[in-house]
């Protein structure tokens, strides 16, 4: 990855890990708890988001150690309490699913905003062609971000909407690897990483040909 192209993938992460804490707050204040609204966290300001170690140190780590091939982060998890909302349960999986579900529709929107560009004759090779890269690079960082919290492994938003299915001893003995969540998720990288990022190029190849029409 190019100079360039880290700028665009960084940019894209920041929006996509900004947007997805908020939608998270929006979701859970609809739902009946007002934790976030309290917490500051009911905001597109992106500074209450921000989590020095996730949004900022992670993915220049990332950047360094992988040179440049990988890249990722987070921003500060939004306070919730599943218990002023509505239906705790089911709300809980709202919650959860509506952080990825806005990654992709980020990926999607900047994929139309190239396609709608082109269709006022912007050559994605001419002029324009950093900012179509821009919109590529943000969109793909937003779908792996919207796949990888899709892992049902704690704290992951996947792990929500895996528990809302299981019966209740199961729910008990998977909340109990909550603590080792995050070695898990190291340990996945390390091992399925390469495959986990190749299974996504077939969205990376639609999303590509909705922004350059290629």
């Known amino acids: 990855m190019n100079f360039r192209g880290t700028v665009f993938f960084i940019i894209g992460l920041f929006i996509g890990v900004i947007l997805h804490e908020y939608m998270h707050a929006r ?16 905001t597109l300001n992106p500074i209450p988001h921000i989590d020095p ?4 140190l992670v993915p220049l780590i990332l950047l360094f150690l992988t040179q440049g091939h990988w890249l990722f982060g987070y921003a500060k998890p939004v306070p919730i309490n599943p218990y002023f909302m509505k239906n705790p349960k089911r709300d809980m999986v709202l919650v959860a699913l509506a952080g990825p579900l806005t990654n992709f ?17 912007a050559d994605p090779a001419g ?4 900012f179509f890269d821009f919109l590529y690079a943000a969109a793909q960082i937003n779908v792996i971000l919207g796949f990888f919290n899709l892992i049902p492994v704690p704290p992951l ?3 929500h909407v895996l528990e809302y299915f299981l019966p209740p001893n199961a729910q ?24 986990f990022f190749s299974w996504m190029n ?3 190849n639609l999303i590509g040909k909705i922004t350059y029409g290629v």
Request: zero cysteines; charged letters at 15%; proline letters at 4%.
């Open 202 to 204: 077939p969205v990376f």
């Open 27 to 42: 979701i859970a204040d609809w739902r009946g708890d007002q934790t976030p609204r309290r917490a500051g966290r009911l």
């Open 105 to 121: 529709s980020i990926a999607f929107i900047l994929a139309l905003i190239g396609m709608f560009i082109r269709l006022f004759g």
């Open 172 to 195: 008990r003995a998977y909340e109990a690897i909550a603590p080792y969540g995050f070695i898990i998720i190291i340990g996945f990288l390390l091992l399925l990483g390469n495959y």
């Open 157 to 159: 938003d996947g792990s």
């Open 127 to 130: 002029g324009l062609r950093y």
């Open 53 to 56: 170690f996730g949004t900022v």
